[in-house]
Every structure is written in structure tokens, then in C-alpha cells.
T-cell receptor, first 115, second 115 residues
């Protein structure tokens, strides 16, 4: 079984400042890792995912995340946030491999961008 | 391509009434999920289907909840009788797992208020 921990429930940051949202996972097997974003009054949508290969993954809207196997982390970063990035961000993990694998979501981190 | 379509977007009902939430998954996706999101419990997987067959309903809170998928393009989640504690956002999602990992596509959600 796998689990994912998002240590910060809320992260306030000023506009144009950098941000890092933390995600740590636990699994006894290889994993795929995801970040989803939920804008107010909307469903979750995929921001980026790591399956294999380069540990630095780039996603939409200027976000990127780095897979660190030794630290079992997959932190999300953006060098300069915008007001429109205000949303809740969910880290998720599945066992690696093809076919259906159960997705485990974190509890979410609310990013509040302050003008 | 159209995303996952849910209806109604908003529902306010009285305690004891029956509630039916509807979902049309993305065409070609063979997995369908029902999630519930609340402030207290976060995002919970209620049930999922594969090729219209319910696979795991262990997340369904109690017998008042039932879900069906009569064909590949339609699913319902029914609550009968409804209670105030069922107030939440209910998301339908679909997926086509493969070598690219199990990306889940969410609908916009059905916001249920039971008074």
C-alpha cells in the first residue's frame, strides 16, 4: 500500500514570489506521482505527472516538480506565482506499471496568492 | 473532446428526500469513479466501475448510497433517504489507464446541500 503526505494545509505567498508545495510519499514498490490542481468551484485537473526518466517534470502554467527517490518526495515549485494560481493542490501516488492502479490522494494544500 | 459531464451542478434538498446525481464519462474511458469531497474528510473514493461493472464499493458510506452504470456513457449515484451530513461536493471522474499512468479526469462536481 502507498500513502502520501502533504505537510502544509495552507501556504500564503505574495504575488510574483516563488513557492514550493511539499509532498512526501511512502511505498514499497516503484511509483507514479501526480499533482492535481483544483480551482475554486471546479473539479481537479492534472498539473503534471512523473512516470519515469528525468526527475524534473514540467507541467502547465509554469509549475514543475522534482522526484527525489532517496527522500521519497515530489515537491511542486513555481518561480513566480500569479493571483490566478490561487487554488488547492493535491499530490497523488499510484504503484508503477501499466493498467489500472489505485490512486491515493493527499489531503491538499491551499495556495493563497496575496496581491 | 468533451470532459466528464455531471448534473445537476447544484442541488438543495430536504432531509429524507431522494437525490440522484448523474454522470457522463469521457468517451472511450473504461473506468468511472465517484468521489465525495468535504472540508472535514477531504477527497474520498466512494465507488469505481470498470467496463460498467462495480469493482470496489468499500467507500460507500452506508446502504443509503447506491451507484449504477447501465452503459458505458452513463452513471448515477443515488442517496435515499438523504441526510444533512450528506452535504458535500460529489465528483464523477473517468480514466483510461495505460502505459501513461492512471490519469483521472474529473467533472465539475455536483454541489449537494441537504437541509
Amino acid at each position: 500500500a502507498q500513502s502520501v503526505t502533504q505537510l502544509d494545509s495552507q501556504v500564503p505567498v505574495f504575488e510574483e514570489a516563488p513557492v514550493e508545495l511539499r509532498c512526501n510519499y511512502s511505498s514499497s514498490v516503484s511509483v507514479y506521482l501526480f499533482w492535481y490542481v483544483q480551482y475554486p468551484n471546479q473539479g481537479l485537473q492534472l498539473l503534471l505527472k512523473y512516470l519515469s526518466g528525468s526527475t524534473l517534470v514540467k507541467g502547465i502554467n509554469g509549475f514543475e516538480a522534482e522526484f527525489n527517490k532517496s527522500q521519497t518526495s515530489f515537491h511542486l515549485r513555481k518561480p513566480s506565482v500569479h493571483i490566478s494560481d490561487t487554488a488547492e493542490y493535491f499530490c497523488a501516488v499510484t504503484p508503477g506499471g501499466g493498467g489500472y492502479q489505485k490512486v491515493t490522494f493527499g489531503t491538499g494544500t491551499k495556495l493563497q496568492v496575496i496581491p | 473532446d468533451a470532459g466528464v459531464i455531471q448534473s445537476p451542478r447544484h442541488e438543495v434538498t430536504e432531509m429524507g428526500q431522494e437525490v440522484t446525481l448523474r454522470c457522463k464519462p469521457i468517451s472511450g474511458h473504461d473506468y468511472l469513479f465517484w468521489y465525495r469531497q468535504t472540508m472535514m474528510r477531504g477527497l474520498e473514493l466512494l465507488i469505481y466501475f470498470n467496463n460498467n461493472v462495480p469493482i470496489d464499493d468499500s467507500g460507500m458510506p452506508e446502504d443509503r448510497f447506491s451507484a449504477k452504470m447501465p452503459n458505458a456513457s452513463f452513471s448515477t449515484l443515488k442517496i435515499q433517504p438523504s441526510e444533512p451530513r450528506d452535504s458535500a461536493v460529489y465528483f464523477c471522474a473517468s480514466s483510461l489507464p495505460g502505459a501513461g499512468g492512471n490519469t483521472i479526469y474529473f467533472g465539475e462536481g455536483s454541489w449537494l446541500t441537504v437541509v
